[in-house]
């Protein structure tokens, strides 16, 4: 028994790593105050371009590092847009999905047929086989590591640094920004950029180490739920790792309850993370209601531009 | 003297052209379409067909043009598909997937004239074919070999839709393992879909992680396949030779063989022999088959299996004989009996007896 | 160096120029893709853009797909306008198609001419209420619409797998998950014989022009317009913000509905699980091509109607995945958003320093 918990702990820990990525690069991006709707193209050009220079190269740092570019690229379009053309941002995100999602099917085609070696698990001997904490601990993959690593590096660039402090009030209210002279638009552009970077590597994950094969549209709504998971943590990075759990936890105890024979009712339970979604959603208001704007930087959308 | 080699000259050269036009004309080629409901790189149910499809090319060259169109969604575009291949000249369509069925029939009463063949349906007309196998010999071959191989008495099951084809699959392969060990439990897994690879890895790491240590599926991606490689046990190739993402896990695939159907079907369109018909082969006709059964097995598996695809071969095996019960315990099949098709077969909707689980409803 | 400066006036010239820039950049772009892919660049551009044009049954194909476009299009763009983003139209559009089936269903041995009428307008409520859960949560706690309609959707398309394999399944139909075929009452007219074109179309014109009308002419509409343009302003004269919220979210959330029910009946005849393909968040584009204007809405659907059919053509003649119309929808809204800047801010070359 104690064997499927941890392998159950593990499956789940593995199914929210692409989620942790990809929504703790969104975050940062919102608390600049820019909404880029377009996490679903970005992850799923990470993940074909990591697969095919995965099956070229067989690397696994070149293969992430593709997808990080990729990823960093395509998001870049949204910047160029945005931060320059001052386009709508609502738009320009869906654009960027759209885009994304055709650009990478049109690519993938002559890669369908094949797979690819998977980025190991890393194995620390000796913790690695301590009872429970030790597979629990110290047998994942390292883009897992690395993904906790992320969330901790940004939460402490975000509270812990002056430029984690300009892009906070940025997101808060670009004008009085602008005004005492921070450059607005570079950190946004940068912030994109990040963006992009981060769900080019959730995206990776998956066709490189959850299932290394290339299917189209794998990210399958991934994208989405990172945008989701950004609300649900009320834009803190700690609580995207307890909302990616929450998320890649219902799906795979959903099946393992059929494994045991549990009448459920497959589509019923599949609703459950969107609705419990909304519903965090709707319990964080009403308790930080006297404290409105705490929560969501109030330039969330707007459009900046610095009127000379 | 020129003159009459000059007239000679125009004759040759006018039964020469005559000849060649008229044999231009008889040698037209056939259009024969494929429409698909996923892509041929799924390696599963569409490659499959897409290799039937190639089938048909190799054996009749030049007399055949084949047109494929992949990933068509099942809803209102799948008809206007249909259509616009019937437009282009397509004397025969193939579609090869159940949501197809309704699209089919109303492409089929605009294009009197275009034989449309559709795959595991149950509506016909005069110029639409239905057309699906046996599978579920496959099934009983694989639930014996599964029942033998299983060292934990615990097989996975991955499956897709509550639909009777994937019921009997379940049935077949319970009550085969069964018959070859009666301590066997199955646990089955609803994926809801045909295909997705990453639900069907998840669904297979929770059953592996339960004890299975055979897995099964009715789901079209390898993903099933690598996840039993990886995690050090068996499973069964579906549709088509899994083997290049499992070379050790797999221990034999269920092979669709649609090739010599696809071929049969479009000769019958280009003699004008071709009729609605209803069709439903399996291992005697060569429609399902097996991959080369693997080196893992011990030398009695491996004999038991190739004495079951024997029997089936040669008729002499049904899968589902009684005594059998349905799951609630009441009697289905007496002693020695086989099952009607329709509605037994064709509309089964119950699992057999010892099955702990319940269909989604 | 080069700065983007507001213009003093709106270019007139750039309303009628930048689409056509747009669409040239485009038409480029798309050349170049195909050049990468090893494709005949022109042939395919045809068969892309001008063959669906040639013949009637792909034109009239053109105008089925574009009915529920322009339909979804229309009450987005009523919230797009107030600054209430109702991505979830989608999951409206299930609904819509799930109530109104229903009651079809229900209905199935019962012949008359008030039944799809009444499927419709149960549909319609259906959507508007589904949309109103985002309103309601927007304005009672200022919870983001985006995100509510999204998931929603997720949770809609959940329930109508859970319909068709339950409840609405077709007894007759071998336990497969679909629901019966709508019998006459409950299927809808073709308004263009021998096609599929049906009476959807209509309704979806006719709400343009209606739609034309409401937001130009009467005050509601106006106190919409402005609340997206100058908010502030708005609520100076007292345009209450909740109200258009509300408004926003319940037509779109409506329109949707019967655009789902529509579908159900027309195209398709049966409820099945793969009824929402999409158009709730196509629409989206529409509505965004068409710079909000409900007659531009029109063209706008059937230019993407025209993509969508042609990509298909393309799929059979030139073997091209059909992701190549979502490459191009992609990059018509990214160089349609870009260029449309160009109406209210111009280049500006500096040659020194600012002080």
């Given amino acids: 028994m104690n064997e499927l918990f941890v392998q159950i702990i593990l499956g789940i820990s593995i199914a929210s790593v692409p989620l942790i990525f990809a929504a703790t690069g969104e975050l940062l991006v919102e608390r600049s105050g820019v909404l880029n709707l377009g996490v679903e193209g970005m992850m799923i050009v990470g993940a074909i371009t990591g697969f095919v220079v995965q099956f070229h190269f067989d690397n696994a ?248 | 003297m020129f003159k009459k080699l000059f007239i000679n000259a125009i004759r040759l050269f006018l039964v020469a052209s005559i000849s060649f036009l008229a044999g231009g004309a008889i040698a037209a080629p056939t259009k024969a379409a494929f429409i698909y409901i996923g892509p041929t790189g799924d390696m599963g149910w569409t490659y499959q067909h897409d290799v039937g499809a190639n089938y048909v090319k190799k054996h009749m060259g030049d007399d055949v043009e084949i047109t494929t169109v992949e990933s068509v969604e099942e809803g209102p575009d799948a008809e206007r598909v249909m259509a616009q291949l019937a437009n282009k000249g397509n004397e025969i369509i193939f579609t090869t997937s159940f949501g197809y069925m309704n699209p089919t029939l109303k492409a089929a009463k605009r294009f009197p004239n275009v034989k449309f063949e559709h ?122 030779d899994m083997g290049a993402f499992g070379p050790r896990a797999q221990l034999t695939a269920i092979i669709d063989d649609w090739g010599p159907y696809y071929l049969q079907r479009v000769r019958a369109v280009r003699d004008g022999t071709w009729e609605s018909a209803d069709t439903f082969d399996g291992v005697r006709e ?25 029997e089936l071969a040669a008729g002499t095996l049904h899968p589902f004989t009684g005594p059998v019960n349905k799951q609630d315990g009441s009697p289905w099949l007496a002693d020695g009996e086989t099952p009607p098709m329709f509605p037994d077969l064709l509309t089964m909707d119950f699992y057999v007896e010892g099955i702990d689980s319940k269909i989604p409803q | 160096m080069i700065r983007l400066q507001t213009r003093t006036d709106s270019s007139t010239l750039m309303v009628f120029f930048s689409p056509l820039l747009a669409l040239i950049l485009t038409a480029f772009s798309t050349f170049v893709v195909f050049f990468l892919a090893g494709v005949d660049g022109f042939g395919a551009f045809y068969v892309l853009f001008i063959e669906p044009l040639t013949s009637l049954y792909s034109f009239s194909e053109m105008l089925v797909k574009a009915a529920p476009l322009i339909m979804i299009a229309l009450g987005l763009s009523i919230g797009f306008r107030a600054g209430v983003w109702n991505i979830g139209a989608e999951g409206q559009y299930v609904i819509g198609a799930v109530a109104g089936s229903a009651v079809g269903l229900y209905f199935y041995e019962v012949e008359g001419f008030w039944l799809l009428p009444l499927m419709s307008l149960v549909a319609i409520i259906a959507g508007m209420s589904y949309a109103g859960i985002a309103a309601f949560l927007r304005t009672k706690y200022q919870v983001n619409e985006i995100l509510v309609t999204l998931m929603l959707t997720y949770v809609a398309i959940l329930f109508l797998s859970a319909m068709v394999h339950g409840p609405l399944r077709d007894p007759d139909g071998f336990n497969f998950p679909e629901s019966r075929l709508f019998h006459d009452s409950a299927t809808l007219p073709i308004i263009w014989q021998g096609t599929r074109v049906h009476i959807g179309l209509a309704v979806a014109v006719i709400l343009a022009f209606v739609s034309y009308f409401w937001i130009n002419k009467h005050i509601t509409g ?108 992609g990059m018509l809204l990214f160089y349609f958003l870009a260029c449309d800047i160009l109406i209210r801010y111009k280049f500006v070359f500096t040659f020194y320093q600012r002080q």
């Fill in chain 2, 119 to 240: 795959a595991t349906g149950y509506k016909r007309a005069d110029n639409v074919s239905t057309y699906s196998a046996r599978f579920y010999e496959g099934r009983h071959v694989i639930g014996k070999i599964a029942g033998r191989m299983t060292k934990s008495n615990v097989i996975g099951y991955i499956a897709s839709f509550p639909i009777p084809e994937v019921i009997r699959g379940i049935n077949a392969s319970y009550l085969a393992a069964k018959s070859v060990n009666p301590d066997i439990q199955m646990k089955i897994v609803w994926v809801f879909s045909w295909f997705d690879p990453g639900k069907e890895a998840d669904a297979a790491k929770a059953m592996i992680d339960q004890g299975a240590d055979i897995i099964m599926q009715h789901t079209d991606s390898t993903a099933a396949m690598m996840m039993a490689e990886e995690n050090g046990i068996y499973a069964f190739g579906q549709a088509s």
């Fill in chain 2, 286 to 310: 060569g429609m399902v088959g097996f991959s080369p059964l693997s080196d893992q097995l011990p030398a009695d598996v491996r004999a038991m299996a190739l004495q079951a695809i024997g």
């Fill in chain 3, 222 to 329: 106006l106190q919409i317009k402005i609340s997206g343009n100058a908010p502030r302003a708005a609520k100076f004269a007292g345009f209450d913000e909740n109200k258009t919220v509300w408004l926003s979210l319940l037509v779109s959330g409506g329109v949707a509905g019967l655009a789902g029910v529509f579908e159900a009946t027309g195209p398709i005849g049966q409820l099945v699980p793969h009824l929402p393909s999409g158009y709730g968040f196509t629409a989206i584009i529409v509505a965004f091509l068409a710079r909000l204007n409900p007659i531009g809405i029109i063209f706008s659907a059937l230019l993407i109607a025209l993509t969508y059919i042609g990509g298909e053509s393309a799929q059979i003649t030139y073997d091209l995945p059909n992701s190549i119309t979502s490459i191009f929808q």
């Fill in chain 1, 61 to 308: 740092l070149l293969s992430l590092a593709a997808a990080i570019i990729a990823g960093m690229s395509i998001a870049a379009i949204f910047a160029f847009l945005t931060q320059i053309m001052l386009t709508n941002q609502v738009a320009t995100g869906l654009a960027l999905t759209l885009f994304g999602l055709g650009v990478s099917a049109f690519w993938g085609r002559a890669y369908s047929k094949v797979t690819v070696d998977r980025v190991d698990a890393i194995n620390v001997p000796g913790l690695s086989d301590l009872p429970i904490v030790g597979p629990l601990v110290f047998s994942y993959d390292p883009l897992f590591y690395l993904s906790i690593l992320m969330v901790i590096l940004v939460w402490y660039f975000l509270n812990r640094t002056k430029k984690g402090l300009i892009l906070r009030a940025i997101g808060d209210n670009h004008d009085a920004a602008h005004a005492i002279g921070h450059k607005v638009v570079r950190y946004r552009f940068i912030a994109i950029l990040f963006g992009g970077a981060m769900a080019g590597i959730g995206g990776a994950y998956l066709s490189l180490v959850q299932v290394p094969i290339w299917v189209e549209g794998m990210t399958a709504g991934r994208g989405w739920i990172s945008l989701a998971l950004v609300v649900f943590a009320s834009w803190q990075p700690f609580k995207v790792i307890v909302g990616a759990i929450i998320f890649g936890g219902i799906t795979i105890l959903q099946l393992h309850a059929q494994g045991f024979g549990v009448n459920v009712d497959a589509q019923y339970l599949s609703m459950l993370p969107y609705l419990m979604t909304i519903f965090v959603l709707v319990t964080l208001r009403i308790r930080i209601k006297s404290n409105t704007n705490r929560v969501m930087p109030s330039c969330l959308g707007k459009i900046f531009h610095s009127t000379q």
